[in-house]
């Protein structure tokens, strides 16, 4: 039954119900090729022990006649930064090695309520810094298109676990392109809902104005169906919204069924079209725009002047908001405690292991936000990045006075190899130029597969941004643009990724 | 905009209680010196008449009844402690004991 891995999660959910396949053989397809792949890969940190046994009350509850939701005995595979009762939720760190949350996430909540069945949780950069997992402290995950090279990041694991058909689904985190930038690099889906679309309680949190949590699939479709699970008010979330929100995957079949861009609006922004991007990427992308084109798409050139102030911001607002948000890994009340040799008082305990806890990235990120907001530098730093925010924010907004949906590159290049950009903090930031406006606005963004770039033969990503509550026009245009990219290739771009 | 020296980085790391070696110290003054180089472009734009955004999609006034919702337990809020004493979370001394 090895097939079923290779099936979408919306192919596997007409099985699941039509009784033609049991949670339990889905499930045990899924930790069999985990058990095969996942030693090269390095997608999952931890795996559930429960995975059969929740299967096995899925199939049993369907058997009954209960009506069950339409991913019910779906495996998903969960970010670490995510909480949950019954396994480690570390975000990548050393600091939190072996913790069991007391709770969990709304978001995981979401999925067992919805029957999901969760396989394990997937690796990351440490506490979702990075491009590339290899801050990660418990080392990187691979590509599966070639495993010298990066998965993306900070979710990379979620993006290779999609990418290497060890599970259909993933939930990740977005803070500055952390699912957008991984989906991107290993040929999948990423969606960044808008921001406060869905619920951050029980995410350890980053930067808590940025951070947004959402799907990771390999298809438009089944990020569409797993938004409506994951989706909607939180009151343990003061910053999620009281929207009612529309049926995603309505969008999405609406979009994929005569797929079509007659008398769509696309805005391409001009600066997010650099001459610095990878010549391939390049070139896909502006395939993709006479694609688009000739099925009646009306393009039109935008410009955003302000994004080129995007990267500096946001590499103010997060470090100051990560400065203050890992202050409560203390050693006090969950993680590692190290006592420092002779003995000390608090601080110096807090000194000893945060020293200990925490790795580089982390660490330079916190001194960096620590300077920014200290006074007599405040304004000038902090103060200033948030004014840039609200100019991007008018740049969104006046672009979308003359487009519906926005397009560029999701990430300026293919997957580097890993160590490529280790030691040099500023290029790797700036992997996520084209990723990092979306999230200063909290407007919703979506990358989905481009195409190969000719001249290293690895996935290039589409990025699609829309209007702050706008998601269900993404999924719409998304679905639509992933089938007449399909039609062009005659095939799916994760078909063609080896076999490993 | 200031330079960064060794004593800045080692002030900073005192005040988010991070130990850090010489070596370390000294890699993050270059460091950082590049990155500020880097992101101090902001106040090119940032001028007095544009309001700062300190929140995406802003929402004031969230307020839920006033009543007791489910709580953490006692044992289950110790669960993830390093040290307790069985109902309250167990640190070293606050104070030195030259204070």
Redesign the interface.
Known sequence: MTDLIHLTASELSSKLISGEVFSVEVTQAHLDRIAAVDGDVHAFLHLSKDALDTAAGVDVLRKSGSPLGPLAGVPIAIKDVLCTLDMPSTAGSKILEG?????DATVVRKLREANLIPLGKTNMDEFAMGSSTEFSAYGPTHNPWDLDRIPGGSGGGSAAAVASFEAPLAVGSDTGGSIRQPGAVTGTVGVKP???GVSRYGAIALAS??DQVGPVTRTVLDAALLHDVIGGHD?RD??S?KDEWPSFAAAARKGGSTPSLKGVRVGVVKELDAPGFQAGVTQRFHETLDLLQRNGAEIVEVSAP?FE?A???Y??ILPAEA?SNLAKF????????V?PVG??????????T??AG?G?EV??R???G??AL?AGYYD??Y?????????I?RDFASAFEKADILISPAAPTTAFKLGEKIDD??AM?LNDVTTIPA?????PGMSIPMGLAPEDGLPTGLQLMAP?RADARLYEHGAAIEALLEQSWGHTLISQAPSL | MPDITTETVAHLANLARIGLTPDEIEKLTGQLGVILESIAKVSEVATADIPATSHPIPLSNVYRPDVVGETLSVEEALSGAPEHDGSRFKVSAILGEEQ
């Open positions: 913790w069991v949350p007391p709770y808008t921001y406060g104005s940025l009151p003061s910053t919204l302000n102030y990267v500096a911001a590499y103010l400065s203390d050693s006090v009340r969950f993680g590692l405690r006592n003995g000390g008082t608090v601080e110096d305990v807090m000194a000893a945060r020293e925490f580089p660490k330079r916190i001194i960096l620590t300077y200290s000038a730093y103060g200033s990045a948030q004014k840039v925010r609200t100019l924010q903090p500023l930031y999230n200063l606005a909290g407007i702050a």
